[in-house]
């Protein structure tokens, strides 16, 4: 099915090592986010891209890195994790239509930092 | 203060009761409205889109915007035990990349 696909689905990390979330699109989406959710806090954006080769930041890009080399993929990436990054990462794509045709989600990337 | 309040809930009623939700904003400059529905482990999907104050109805499901007092609803007629779930508000402005803003959301149980 058409969609988001976001790996993996769930990761422990220790402190100060680093990771890779990957998401890929196959709906040809110029748009792709990177969300964090977290209890009481909703979703909030860290990077997002409005074309192949183009990122911009967030409301909460610190700690996080991103690359959208291919349009139907944008990595984040986690150069020294911490604590404070224990969360639930959403990857969305969305077409030129603004609100009306919505974003798609992934299914998550639960986060775990000891 | 976060751009969009929503009351985090729970909201637990009787299945076939009308459920009301709420969202208030403060950026005057948002343009489209939406809600997303969130399952537990799952990500959120999109209920239903407007673009100008009033009302807009999609079967159960009745959409309300009041831009003089910065204020969406969501309303669910004959709710049903698979209405359960964590309902997102969301604002977007046109010209940000498409940035959704979201609200916190409010978690909903409908008993049977």
């Not at chain 2, 009301?20 to 409205?33: G, P, R, V």
């Not at chain 2, 035990?81 to 977007?92: E, G, K, M, V």
């Amino acid at each position: 099915n058409a969609g988001v696909t976001q790996t993996p689905k769930f990761r422990v990390l220790k402190t100060g090592q680093s990771m890779t979330l990957l998401c890929a699109q196959d709906m040809n989406h110029e748009y792709m986010y990177w969300y964090r959710q977290d209890p009481g806090m909703g979703l909030r954006l860290i990077h997002y891209s409005v074309g192949e080769g183009t990122t911009a930041k967030g409301e909460v890009p610190d700690g996080y890195n991103v690359s959208r080399l291919k349009k139907q993929n944008f990595l984040l990436g986690l150069e020294s994790a911490a604590p404070s990054q224990t969360s639930v990462y959403f990857c969305a794509s969305s077409g030129p239509n603004r609100g009306q045709d919505g974003y798609t989600f992934g299914s998550g990337t639960r986060l775990t930092v000891v | 203060q976060k751009e969009v309040e929503q009351d985090p809930g729970p909201l637990s009623v009787p299945e076939g009761a009308i459920v009301s939700l709420n969202c208030t904003y403060s950026n005057s400059a948002f343009q489209y409205f939406m809600w997303y529905r969130q399952y537990s482990r799952k990500g959120p999907e999109l209920l239903m889109y407007t673009y100008s104050s009033g009302n807009k109805e999609d079967g159960r499901f009745t959409a309300q915007v009041d831009k003089s007092s910065k204020y969406i609803s969501l309303f669910i007629r004959d709710s049903q035990p698979s209405d359960s779930a964590t309902y997102l508000c969301a604002t977007l402005i046109k010209a940000a990349g498409n940035k959704l803003t979201f609200g916190g959301g409010t978690r909903v149980l409908v008993k049977p």
